[in-house]
């Protein structure tokens, strides 16, 4: 899924920190891994079967970086092709483990899968496709210091706990890391129909579960 070389722009300051990673530069290298080290954990566990190995995937994983900065080549993001490192040599121990579940298979079963919430309180087109046509019921009647909360944060944070490994690490770099939709694909190694499903399915329990709270306070 690599962008074409002649239409891909990098992010400004990328080709610095590039250099920078090359010439060994070690407060580069570990602002990146203070930055990515998150996600790329929760990008090892939709393949291995237990935390302590995602920890070693991870590290394998930035070894991997170390070496291989001088091929990269820019035709993606530096996270994407880090993302790549770290799900390609996941998806390898995870196949060692016999635990790995194709993407492919992922997203079919979650389309066939009954929706937590009907879709036509999604909107299925233009810039905001797959958010809600609008808000959960009550919503409007709250106060804003209760929407935003640490009791409503923690029970979205609780929802997205307890999703099934790929809708949470998708709805995770999605909604709560502000990543696009290109760069979820990219790095996870997705089509566009399966990261659409998979996201649909996790906001739709997301929101679901919201709004038995929200509601459940109003009574």
Known sequence: MDNDASSYTPPPGEA??????????ENVF?????????????????????QAVADE????????????????????SLK???????A???KTRGERERRSVPFSSVGGREGNAEAAVDGDRFLDAGRWAGHWTSAPSRWSELPEE???????????????AALPEVQRTVITLRDVEGWSSEDVRNALDLTETNQRVILHRARSKVRRALEGYLDGEQR
């Open 88 to 90: 390609n040599i996941a």
């Open 57 to 76: 995937v991870v590290q394998e994983a930035w070894l991997g970086v170390i070496s291989g900065i001088d091929r990269f080549e820019g035709r993606a």
């Open 80 to 86: 994407t092709w880090i993302f790549r490192i770290v």
């Open 16 to 25: 610095v920190t590039v250099e920078a990673l090359r010439r060994g530069d």
């Open 30 to 50: 570990s602002e990146l891994v203070t930055e990515h080290s998150p996600a790329m954990l929760r990008v090892a566990r939709m393949h291995v079967s237990s």
């Open 146 to 160: 209760q929407l935003v909360g640490g009791e409503t944060v923690g029970v979205v944070e609780a929802a997205i």
